[in-house]
């Protein structure tokens, strides 16, 4: 790590001075929203199936803390729906990541809370992402329409809200996969080059 930065529009101290990372380092977190599997009533499919997707793009996992629980570099962070979602979001911020994905709890559910704890932390809301997320997953099933989940920045970070299904989350990673050097490029202070 080379510094600190001051994220423009912080919320939280939290952002206020995230690290800045060395132009060739790329980190990620994952966090999985699932009250069963955060349970371990089954396993999760989606983190490591987005886990992979990372490490083949270059990215490296970070270790963060939650709800007294120490998450491993790369290892997916599995939380319960509710209070926990924004407390794994705003570890996550806190390690200096790049990029957060998040899967599940982006649904009508009473407990699906993710797009709504994303949505608090965002300091530019990327709502094209979503749409186009959505648009595509429609093509596929109805019910991708259902999705509350949002993408955007949260000073340096790019989060984004993938469903809680494989395919879901493939589509996403897809579509991330398009953008993804871009956004990162703009958040380190690069151009609009396309």
Do not use: C, K
Not at 64 to 78: K, L, Q, S
Not at 166 to 176: A, F, K, S, Y
């Amino acid at each position: 790590m080379t510094g600190t930065h001051l994220a423009p529009g912080a919320h939280g101290a939290h952002l206020a001075a995230a690290p800045t990372p060395d132009a060739a380092e790329r980190r990620a977190v994952v966090i999985v929203t699932s009250t069963r599997a955060a349970a371990g009533v089954y396993a999760d499919r989606t983190g490591p199936v987005i886990a992979e997707w990372l490490d083949d793009h270059g990215f490296a996992g970070a270790a963060v803390a939650v709800g007294g629980r120490d998450f491993a570099p790369g290892e997916p962070v599995v939380v319960a729906d509710g209070p926990a979602v924004g407390a794994a979001l705003r570890a996550a911020l806190d390690a200096g990541v790049q990029l957060i994905v998040t899967t599940g709890g982006t649904g009508v559910g009473a407990g699906d809370v993710t797009a709504d704890a994303t949505a608090e932390l965002l300091t530019a809301p990327l709502p094209g992402f979503s749409e186009e997320l959505r648009r595509r997953g429609s093509v596929v099933t109805p019910f991708a329409l259902m999705s509350r989940g949002v993408a955007g920045v949260a000073g340096r970070t790019f989060i984004v809200n993938l469903p809680g299904s494989t395919g879901g989350v493939r589509d996403g990673l897809q579509l991330l996969g398009e953008v993804i050097d871009h956004v990162l490029d703009q958040l380190a202070g690069g151009g609009h080059d396309a």
